[in-house]
T-cell receptor, first 114, second 110 residues
Framework: DTGVSQDPRHKITKRGQNVTFRCDPI?????LYWYRQTLGQGPEFLTY????????KSRLLSDRFSAERPKGSFSTLEIQRTEQGDSAMYLC????????????FGPGTRLTVL | DAKTTQPNSMESNEEEPVHLPCNHS???????IHWYRQLPSQGPEYVIH???SNVNNRMASLAIAEDRKSSTLILHRATLRDAAVYYC???????????FGTGTRLTIIP
């Protein structure tokens, strides 16, 4: 069990650029979650997958955001035409089965939009 | 989601017990009480959860009031590595997302 990994750990971009983050969940965890955390706040839910199916999306996930999990393993989160308000920590979590309550979080990707 | 209320911050001396309170007066009968913590520059980490009975694990204890409208996370002997933001979260059966508040920032004084 190597834990949830995220790449990159830090990303600095200019406003208007596209960025993509990757999350590798714990092996065989079929549920994968994305959260966003701004300074001084707790994480906020964005979306989650069961295997390759995206089952719920928050209203926070605007049209500029898209998440995929094509083979039911790793996931990507893309932000198009980044805005300064997108600056945040993007956290990924995974969970082994529906009957296990615990979510295991990765270290996050810190995005700074200049 | 039912709301939780936690103090913004608390301080404790190293090697002493810490009691972190959480109020959740609108909790429903099927809501579990979860505690996560977030160390600096890390993602949240599961601490403990329970439904009605008090729970113990290697990290902490969870004391749940009889009416379930409040709970207390107990760290039996705080260390400097316990300095973190602690989140109390309610989650019902089938609810996939965790709804975090702003949590309690715990400072450990050497």
């Amino acid at each position: 069990d190597t834990g949830v990994s995220q790449d990159p750990r830090h990303k600095i971009t200019k406003r208007g650029q596209n960025v993509t983050f990757r999350c590798d969940p714990i092996s065989e965890h079929n549920r994968l979650y994305w959260y966003r955390q701004t300074l001084g706040q707790g994480p906020e839910f964005l979306t989650y997958f069961q295997n390759e199916a995206q089952l719920e999306k928050s209203r926070l996930l605007s049209d500029r955001f898209s998440a995929e999990r094509p083979k039911g393993s790793f996931s990507t989160l893309e932000i198009q035409r980044t805005e300064q308000g997108d600056s945040a920590m993007y956290l990924c979590a995974s969970r082994p089965t529906p009957n296990t309550d615990t979510q295991y979080f990765g270290p996050g990707t810190r995005l700074t939009v200049l | 989601d039912a709301k939780t209320t936690q103090p913004n911050s608390m301080e404790s001396n190293e090697e002493e017990p810490v009691h972190l309170p959480c109020n959740h007066s609108t909790i429903s009968g099927t809501d579990y009480i979860h505690w996560y913590r977030q160390l600096p520059s890390q993602g949240p980490e599961y601490v403990i959860h329970g439904l009605t009975s008090n729970v113990n694990n290697r990290m902490a204890s969870l004391a749940i009031a009889e009416d379930r409208k409040s709970s207390t996370l107990i760290l039996h002997r705080a260390t400097l590595r316990d300095a973190a933001v602690y989140y109390c979260i309610l989650s019902g059966v089938g609810n996939e997302k965790l709804t975090f508040g702003t949590g309690t920032r715990l400072t450990i004084i050497p």
